[in-house]
Antibody, heavy 122, light 111 residues
């Protein structure tokens, strides 16, 4: 059974870089059937796509975050990562790693990590 | 402001039927892209409820159904149960943004 697990600091200072890693088990991020991505949810608010990466290395970023976001993958470790630079309090959120794609549709998110809260504060 | 518009809240008594709307535009739902629905119970990650507009993954009760028409989609829940109290999100693809978009979410309260 596929499992995704986020890891990284829960507290980041303003203007610094937020870095998270998602470790995937029970499936391979090298599969051509899926994209692997990040979604965030500010406290008490809705979901926002951050971006995703394909096994080939191609990436998609939300235009509103594109200038500050980098998603990368380490296929040898079966992990993918997120970096958001120059963070502000507005980046405080629960960050989910997720898998999208497969037979149910190219854009459907069928697996989610449990989420990790990242707070931006000095 | 979300690209897909949902009502902030809906409510219903146990056993009743409720619907949650998701209104988009010609660059997403109206362009023919599939709509997906997710259920988020308090303190948990979202869970896929409906894919391909009206299909349920195995394990999702048939009390949940989806539909799509024009630039809008709807999620219907019949035989409302206390355990259905959650936040519900619609999602689609937007060609103008070249990416996935979510609705703002709807909080369902079971009275």
């Amino acid at each position: 059974q596929l499992q995704l697990q986020e890891s990284g600091p829960g507290l980041v200072k303003p203007s610094e870089t937020l870095s998270l890693t998602c470790t995937v088990s029970g499936g391979s991020i090298s599969s051509s059937n899926y994209y692997w991505g990040w979604i965030r949810q500010p406290p008490g608010k809705g979901l926002e796509w951050i971006g995703s990466i394909y096994y080939s290395g191609s990436t998609y970023y939300n235009p509103s975050l594109k200038s500050r976001v980098t998603i990368s993958a380490d296929t040898s470790m079966n992990q993918f990562s997120l970096e958001v630079n120059s963070v502000t309090a507005a980046d405080t959120a629960v960050y989910y790693c997720a898998r999208r794609g497969g037979s149910r549709g190219w854009f459907v998110v069928d697996s989610w990590g449990q989420g990790t809260l990242v707070t931006v504060s000095s | 402001q979300s690209v897909l518009t949902q009502p902030p809240s809906v409510s219903g008594a146990p056993g009743q039927r409720v619907t949650i709307s998701c209104t988009g535009s010609s660059s997403n739902i109206g362009a023919g892209y599939d709509v997906y629905w997710y259920q988020q119970l308090p303190g948990t990650a979202p869970k896929l409820l409906i894919y391909g507009n009206n299909n349920r993954p195995s394990g999702v009760p048939d009390r949940f159904s989806g539909s799509k028409s024009g630039t809008s989609a709807s999620l219907a829940i019949t035989g409302l149960q206390a355990e259905d109290e959650a936040d519900y999100y619609c999602q689609s693809y937007d060609s103008s943004l070249s990416g996935s978009v979510f609705g703002g979410g709807t909080k369902l309260t079971v009275l």
